[in-house]
Structures are given as structure tokens and as C-alpha cells.
């Protein structure tokens, strides 16, 4: 199995920044890719950003150009640097890992956005 832990989730100001961070552990081994999701209230979960397996990224439309996802060397961390924070960003973000084993998630980090 894979644990996922998100950190960094908080109240900012619109226009304002954040990083996330996710750490997996456990079967790291059987890491695939990794990636980072939303669900605000009353909506459903979607794709914020992610690596596919030959690196490349893919990014929600209505957040290209103001998050970028990172990931470290050995790749059981992931990054969502945030920037340009809109009120609509607002919801609860959640680390996924697609594994050899199956698709794990982390608890998820709520990011808020007002003034």
C-alpha cells in the first residue's frame, strides 16, 4: 500500500500564494505518477494538475500559467506552487498516486481564498 500525507493547505488573501506539498510512503516501489486534485463544495473532484508517465504535465485550463506541479528527484514528493489565487480556487486539494498496486489518495489540505 501507499500513504499520502498533504501539507500546506491555508487562508490566503486573491492574489495571493501557496505551495503544496505531498509526501508518499510505503510501496513507494510501485509509484507511477502522482498528481494533484480539487473538490470545491457542492462540486465534484477534478484534475488540477499531474505527471504522466513520461513527465510531461497537464494542467486544469483555468489554473495554466498560475500553478506549476513539481515533483523531487525520487519522485514520492509532489509540489502544487500556487500562485494569483483566485476565490474560486477554494476547495480541498488531494494528492493521488497511481500505483502498480491501484490508485491511493491522501486526505486532502483545505486551501481558502478571501479577503
Known amino acids: 500500500q501507499v500513504q499520502l500525507a498533504e501539507s500546506g493547505g491555508g487562508l490566503v488573501q486573491p492574489g495571493g500564494s501557496l505551495r503544496l506539498s505531498c509526501v508518499a510512503s510505503g510501496s513507494i516501489f510501485s509509484l507511477l505518477v502522482m498528481g494533484w486534485y480539487r473538490q470545491a463544495p457542492g462540486k465534484q473532484r477534478e484534475l488540477v494538475a499531474r505527471?504522466?508517465?513520461?513527465?510531461?504535465?497537464i494542467y486544469l485550463d483555468s489554473v495554466k500559467g498560475r500553478f506549476t506541479i513539481a515533483r523531487d528527484n525520487a519522485k514520492n514528493w509532489v509540489y502544487l506552487q500556487m500562485s494569483s489565487l483566485k476565490p474560486e480556487d477554494t476547495a480541498v486539494y488531494y494528492c493521488?498516486?497511481?500505483?502498480?498496486?491501484?490508485?491511493?489518495w491522501g486526505k486532502g489540505t483545505l486551501v481558502t481564498i478571501s479577503s
Open positions: 505527471f504522466e508517465r513520461d513527465g510531461s504535465t
Open positions: 493521488k498516486a497511481e500505483t502498480t498496486l491501484g490508485d491511493y
